[in-house]
């Protein structure tokens, strides 16, 4: 008997080390709302020289997430959501180190790429949107341990251009045989509206005024996040090629 509690007593001493020596990454999601986000996948990966190590948990209903077991290292933490902008962290773990993070989910950008040669038309096209009823966010689990209500966000309706503005390709541009690549950055408000404009690359005054003078033109159906109109971001590509 004696022998046996010992051993146990052994076994015991040689594991609390190595429990010890493992880190842990922790924290809650949110939405740019505030609301917890359930149900989401969370994954850290280590590359060394070991090779490639990867732990993956979900978040709880609370949008809150635990990953225990983590050696030393540098490791790479993701969260992703459709609809929503990858959060991603690097983060040196030292022997036994607890760290907590907690980020915030930011609405993915919307991406339009237009294409526009010498015989494009720039009259105003306007699309029906068929309205849908809104789907209600989806209800926090309750537990056994905890009846406090839990705002649960994530519930995203993306915008839908309803009217398209092409760009005329400038006389002065075709006459010297210009072609070339315009990329804008624009906001799309809560009313659907452009806002905010930029240019991010051109190689053309003209062009750039023309995709410009187009885009303001756009409008889309309000991007809703848990029934709330919210801004989104969007960034705008324009070929303009004469073949």
Known sequence: MLRITLGLALVAALATPAAAQSGRISGSLTDPSGAVLPGVEVRALLR???????????????????????????WTVTVSLPGFETATRRQTLQIGEALDWSPMLEIGSLQETITITKTTTNEPQRSAVPVRPEAPPPAA???????????????????????????????????????????LRATIGIDGTIQDVETLRSNNDSLTASATSAITGWAFTPTLLNGVAVPVRMTATFNFTQN
């Not at 979900?58 to 997430?65: C, E, L």
């Open 141 to 183: 689990p309750r537990t056994a341990q905890s009846t406090t209500p839990v705002r649960v966000g994530g519930n995203l309706k993306p915008p839908q251009k309803i009217v398209n503005v092409n760009p005329i390709y400038p006389g002065d541009a075709v006459a010297q045989g210009i072609a070339g690549v315009v990329v």
């Open 48 to 74: 060394d020289a070991n090779g490639e190590t990867t732990r993956s948990v979900v978040s709880d209903a609370k949008g809150s997430y635990q990953i225990d077991g983590l050696t030393p290292g540098q």
